[in-house]
Each structure stands twice: as structure tokens, then as C-alpha cells.
């Protein structure tokens, strides 16, 4: 049971280049989260998807697209990489429905634009 | 829409002494409170939750807090803090008709030998 897996751990990309951060859970949650970590900001939600098929914006989801590929898979990707999303970003799941909101978070991808 | 203000931005501390570090919410619906904890390069891990029930949750590695509902807080305390304590915590509100957690700002809590 490896619970919220996220890759790579660290890239390095240029002004304009596009990346794909991927995540996966294997608890059978329906709810799974992207966030954007930066120094004094705390964390906050860049996109959601409270079941396969459905995604919705968070807090700050300029620049970003999501996939939610299926139940397991829910995929971040940056299209044209800029400076300012130089960030660390971390999955998270939850089963809602259970009435419990607890989240579970992945180790996180460290990722710098150049 | 709902808040959470985290007082201390970092919390010095020397080994075995008490900590508590702050946390204040706003909400205009009952919550369900949170506290999270991120060591060094790593994911946020759960240390305790409120949902309903006793006011006084307690959590991992001794850790527990205080629900009050009429200061709308939810303090973190440890009687005694380790070397190993050392990391940054978060606060979280979420209401409950929403599977979205808001968090605070964090406080990074430093113990020293």
C-alpha cells in the first residue's frame, strides 16, 4: 500500500517548456487535490477533482490543466513553464464521503523554471 | 468563506520544554479542524483531527489540541518537545459540506538542545 505517489521528485525547466507532473493513489478515494507549496504562503490549491471525470479550479489555477485519467491517476500539467511557478507541488486524496476530509499527501515534486 | 491565521510565522524552543503554537479560524459554518505535520523534504503527514465529540483531540508523538469554539481556535501543545520535533506544521479548516481543506500560512517550530 503505497498511498499517494507522485513523480518525479525534482525537475529543472526553461522559460516556455511544458511538463506533466503525475500522481497516483491506490486507497480507492474519490477525491484528489493539486497544490502548490512556497515559502509564507502555506499551501494552496491549484485544481480538484472530487471524482474521476470531474475537475474544478482551486485557489490559483492560472497556468495549469488537469487530467483526471481515472479513479488512481490525477495529472498536473504546465504548458508554458514561467519563473513564478518555480514551486514545490504535492498530490493529496481523500475519501469524503466517508465523512472523514482527512487528506493523504505525496512526497511532493520540488520544481524549478528557469 | 472560511480562514486560518497562524500567529507565529516560527516557534524557538529549547529541548524538553513545552511548545504551543496558534491557530485561529474563521468560519461562518461548523468545521472540522485539522493539524498537519511536514518534515524537512517531505509530505504533509496528519498529527490530529476534530470532527465532533470531545473538545481535547489527541494525536501522534504526543501532540494534542484544543478545540474552542467560542475563540475560534484550535491550539497544537506538547508538554515536552524532542530534537525530532523539529519541522513546520499547519493548520487546516474545512467545512462540512466541502471536501476542500484551507490551510494556514504555517509555523515552523525549531527545538534546540
Known amino acids: 500500500n503505497a498511498g499517494v505517489t507522485q513523480t518525479p521528485k525534482f525537475q529543472v525547466l526553461k522559460t516556455g517548456q511544458s511538463m506533466t507532473l503525475q500522481c497516483a493513489q491506490d486507497m480507492n478515494h474519490n477525491s484528489m487535490y493539486w497544490y502548490r507549496q512556497d515559502p509564507g504562503m502555506g499551501l494552496r490549491l491549484i485544481y480538484y477533482?472530487?471524482?474521476?471525470?470531474?475537475?474544478d479550479k482551486g485557489e490559483v489555477p492560472n497556468g495549469y490543466n488537469v487530467s483526471r485519467l481515472n479513479k488512481r491517476e490525477f495529472s498536473l500539467r504546465l504548458e508554458s513553464a514561467a519563473p513564478s511557478q518555480t514551486s514545490v507541488y504535492f498530490c493529496a486524496s481523500s475519501d469524503w464521503s466517508s465523512g472523514h476530509n482527512e487528506q493523504f499527501f505525496g512526497p511532493g515534486t520540488r520544481l524549478t523554471v528557469l | 468563506a472560511q480562514s486560518v491565521t497562524q500567529l507565529d510565522s516560527q516557534v524557538p524552543v529549547f529541548e524538553e520544554a513545552p511548545v504551543e503554537l496558534r491557530c485561529n479560524y474563521s468560519s461562518s459554518v461548523s468545521v472540522y479542524l485539522f493539524w498537519y505535520v511536514q518534515y524537512p523534504n517531505q509530505g504533509l503527514q496528519l498529527l490530529l483531527k476534530?470532527?465532533?465529540?470531545?473538545?481535547l483531540v489527541k494525536g501522534i508523538n504526543g501532540f494534542e489540541a484544543e478545540f474552542n469554539k467560542s475563540q475560534t481556535s484550535f491550539h497544537l501543545r506538547k508538554p515536552s518537545v524532542h530534537i525530532s520535533d523539529t519541522a513546520e506544521y499547519f493548520c487546516a479548516v474545512s467545512s462540512y459540506n466541502t471536501d476542500k481543506l484551507i490551510f494556514g500560512t504555517g509555523t515552523r517550530l525549531q527545538v534546540f538542545p
Open positions: 476534530y470532527l465532533s465529540g470531545s473538545t
Open positions: 477533482s472530487a471524482s474521476e471525470g470531474t475537475t
